[in-house]
């Protein structure tokens, strides 16, 4: 039970604790996986070509995707802590299932993607030049094999499988790892996390090239990132919203309050329609809306008169399986992070099909209108990645592990004082972190990699990086 501290419970700063310090270090992920594989790309490009200008894009971005992981290393250590500190009694419940998933990111992915960039950093004019690209590929797939660790234990918090409860722990105990890390859940999952860290890196990529490009500096190179980034961008935007939809119509089996409450419907429906904009009361009695006819029957069951549960009937359906007690999540977040994260996703879908006909009329570089709105959408992905992982996570309640643990039921029994003196440390370093990181990235990536001949690239030094 949570104790109070002028009126805020333990669960509650626990939260905002978590909420707080994972969305903080999630911003550091989609970009560390996306740009760590368009690095290892230019650097493919230099070596097969041995264009100067690749290899100065693989040294200017490379300088920022170093910079970028190392902050996110930081940040992410807390999160291992977390899971004791704050939410012990989720630790006991599901430290057996959990904690493969987390010891396998650990001792697999994590020292994978420290060695190998250990190597890419250090080995230049030391290895081979295929050695040192085979150090970036490798480094980069570790990226990858670490987010699919995370999002399996994630998963599986969305829709448990492979496991029983121990009769007299009352733990969860895994009893198939193999039906753990090929959760349905997990796969759509991982594929979207996927292509949106790739999409992310992509336009963060672009964003910078093309705010060069206005600038009139190293023309030839951040000509060439910004053409591989503008493909980069329209294809993972497109592979985004593929798995995005895939995920909505398993969310509507596997979790129907997520998706009733995403739209606000409160009594079911055939051939539901869509909001688009809903203006004043959410609660069925809203001051004016758009709405699309039978879109959400398409999204939910890809039917065009599917019936979609409203949140009344599913919160009658919970109350009688899981007892009395509020299963809506709260509705407004989910409402609004869903539409945010939906629209931005088609404008960079529109962004990279605006850049790939400019590329194919070899207007590129002298749009400056095009330039200035890549520029401007270089926030954009790291928006629509927060609001979809909070979608995610604030959809579940007031679910941890869905249908088996609460959230008020996963806290750690302990004064509201600890845990309001470590929001607020955390906090604290998160923001000068955030600072640090800022004023690296903006001081590195206004400055350009010099032009030099072949023999004066060469001679610089191995961190140049």
């Known amino acids: 039970m949570s104790t109070f501290l002028g009126g805020i419970s333990t669960l ?32 493919s490009a230099y070596y097969k070509t041995k264009d100067p200008a690749y290899d100065r894009m693989t040294r200017f971005f490379g300088k920022l995707f170093l910079v970028n992981f190392a ?24 430290g057996n299932i959990f904690g493969a998933p987390l010891a396998i990111e650990a001792l697999l992915a994590f020292f994978m993607e ?33 987010a699919a660790f995370i999002v399996a234990a994630n998963s599986w918090m969305q829709h448990p499988v492979g496991f029983t409860i121990d009769p ?8 198939n790892f193999w039906a753990v890390v090929t959760n349905s859940t997990f796969l759509l999952a991982y594929g979207h996390v996927l292509f949106s860290a790739f999409l992310t890196g992509a336009v963060f990529m672009l964003a910078i090239a093309a705010w060069h490009l206005r600038k009139g500096h190293d023309l030839a190179g951040f000509a060439k990132a910004a053409r591989i980034a503008i493909v980069a961008t329209l294809i993972t935007a ?43 009361d959410l609660s069925g009695n809203p001051v004016f809306q758009v709405r699309v006819p ?12 599917g019936n979609v549960k409203g949140i009344n009937q599913l919160q009658k359906e919970a109350t009688a399986k899981y007892g009395a007690g509020s299963y809506v999540p709260v509705i407004w977040v989910l409402y609004w992070t869903f539409r945010i994260m939906v629209g931005l996703g088609i404008l960079l879908f529109i962004l990279g099909g605006a850049g790939l006909w400019l ?20 926030l954009a992905p790291f928006i629509a990645n927060s609001v979809g992982w909070i979608f995610t996570e604030i959809g579940r309640q007031p679910w941890v592990v869905y249908g088996l643990l609460k959230t008020s039921d996963a806290v750690t029994i302990i004064s509201p004082g600890y845990v309001a003196a470590s929001l607020v440390g955390f906090t604290s370093v998160y923001t000068l972190l955030a600072i640090v990181e800022i004023g690296l990235m903006i001081r590195l990536a206004k400055v350009p990699t010099p032009v030099l001949d072949g023999d004066e690239a060469e001679s610089l030094p191995e961190l140049i990086y």
């Open 294 to 305: 039978h879109v959400l029957s398409i999204l939910a069951t890809n039917t065009w008169n």
């Open 12 to 43: 509650s700063l626990a939260r905002w604790q978590f909420g707080i310090t994972t969305v903080f270090h999630f911003l550091f992920v989609p970009l560390t996986i996306g740009l760590g594989l368009l690095v290892a790309v230019l650097q």
């Open 168 to 175: 007299v722990s009352h733990q969860a105990v895994m009893t």
């Open 238 to 280: 497109v592979g985004t919203m593929f798995l995005g939809d895939s995920q909505a119509k398993q969310m509507t089996q596997q979790q129907p309050m997520k998706m009733a409450a995403a739209e606000a419907l409160y009594n079911s429906a055939n051939g539901a329609s869509f909001s688009l904009l809903t203006i004043g």
């Open 359 to 378: 590329m194919k009329r070899k207007r590129l570089e002298q749009s400056k209108r095009f330039l200035r709105f890549a520029s401007w959408m270089l």
């Open 114 to 146: 420290s060695t190998f960039l250990g190597i890419w950093i250090f080995g230049r004019g030391r290895v081979s030049d295929r050695i040192h690209l085979s150090a970036i590929w490798l480094a980069s797939l570790g990226t990858i094999l670490s």
């Open 71 to 94: 902050i996110g290393v930081v940040t992410g250590i807390v999160q291992e802590f977390q899971f004791g500190m704050d939410w012990s009694r989720y630790s006991t419940f599901v």
